[in-house]
């Protein structure tokens, strides 16, 4: 997520690469403070072939004065391990 609310930190991030398996749906999302929160739908690429996948994510601070930071601006969040059935 780049903008007001931080950065998820996704190292496949860049689904253009058709070796990537998983990322987000959009390539940038921006939210105001006072929205309270945002999804952020996260897909898989067809390079993820036919079966399960397991991944892992956290937000990231954002670089420079006016960027997000938690736990200020958001709550900071980590998720060891997620799988993706798939289809």
Same mark, same amino acid.
């Given at each position: 997520?780049?903008?007001?609310?931080?950065?998820?930190?996704?190292?496949?991030?860049?689904?253009?690469?058709?070796?990537?398996?998983?990322?987000?749906? $959009?390539?940038?999302?921006?939210?105001? %403070?006072?929205?309270?929160?945002?999804?952020?739908?996260?897909?898989?690429? %067809?390079?993820?072939?036919?079966?399960?996948?397991?991944?892992?994510?956290?937000?990231?601070?954002? %670089?420079? %004065?006016?960027?997000?930071?938690?736990?200020?601006?958001?709550?900071? $969040?980590?998720?060891?391990?997620?799988?993706?059935?798939?289809?």
């Amino acid at each position: 997520m780049k903008g007001a609310a931080g950065q998820i930190d996704v190292a496949n991030e860049d689904l253009s690469n058709p070796s990537q398996t998983v990322g987000f749906k $959009c390539s940038a999302y921006s939210v105001l %403070e006072s929205a309270g929160t945002v999804k952020v739908k996260i897909i898989r690429s %067809e390079a993820a072939g036919n079966g399960a996948i397991t991944f892992g994510w956290r937000t990231q601070d954002g %670089e420079g %004065e006016a960027a997000a930071k938690a736990p200020k601006d958001y709550e900071a $969040c980590c998720v060891d391990s997620v799988t993706m059935e798939a289809g």
